[in-house]
């Protein structure tokens, strides 16, 4: 299977991040989400344990997620007219769960065990800083990080880690060589700000104002 580089890059990162998680007692949640057509179909539906979310995507991108899953991600949100395998520019989401359906690991434990595993696969020069994105996107309980080396092209360029307690969900923005990051950024930012959570068997929606 044709990949570009940076992809295969995000994809063995996500082999060791799962390699980690599941030694912390979590794994990957199967292909379970529904398209939301009133969105265009740019938009997912997922039910989780004891909460639901929709994750839509900024404008001017789309929602993929049979093609994401064969790379090793729940969902992605690339942007429109462009395949997969040649986008400049990926929004990746994972969502992890206990298999036994019980509680995740704290999320400060679950972020510094995918932070090491980074750190080593990329190796010295990087840097992983915590950042403060937007009230709106912070206020829904987010934690940032971005990742940066001076000394050479790193494809990945911000991670953001979202826990219910009973999921953890993680976006993952990544870039080709040449693309402007500030653009990334922008994109990456309005996903998150777009991200809804509901309580399930409830119609509130705890983010919408926020």
């Not at 462009?82 to 995740?104: H, W, Y």
């Not at 001076?150 to 991670?159: A, G, I, M, S, W």
Request: hydrophobic share 45%; glycine share 6%; proline share 4%.
């Amino acid at each position: 299977m044709r990949r570009f580089w940076a992809h295969l890059v995000v994809v063995l990162i996500i082999v060791a991040t799962a390699t980690f998680a599941a030694e912390l007692g979590i794994t990957p949640v199967p292909s379970g989400f529904a398209s939301d057509t009133s969105s265009g179909n740019n938009s997912a539906f997922f039910e989780g344990d004891s909460l639901s979310y929709i994750l839509s995507a900024p404008e001017k991108y789309r929602l993929i997620i049979d093609e994401a899953a064969k790379h090793g991600y729940s969902l992605a949100f690339i942007p429109e007219g462009v395949a997969f395998d040649s986008a400049q520019v990926t929004i990746a989401v994972n969502i992890l769960s206990d298999p036994d359906g019980g509680r995740t690991v704290p999320l400060s434990d679950f972020i510094l065990t995918d932070t090491v595993a980074i750190a080593h696969h990329y190796g010295p020069g990087l840097t992983i800083s915590k950042v403060a994105l937007t009230d709106k996107v912070d206020d829904k309980g987010f934690k940032s990080f971005y990742l940066n080396d001076k000394t050479r092209f790193v494809p990945d360029v911000l991670l953001s880690y979202f826990s219910s307690g009973s999921e953890i969900l993680v976006f993952q923005l990544s870039i080709r060589d040449g693309y402007p990051r500030f653009e990334a950024e922008k994109a990456f930012v309005e996903c998150l700000s777009k991200f809804r959570i509901l309580i399930k068997g409830s119609v509130t929606d705890f983010t919408t104002d926020q």
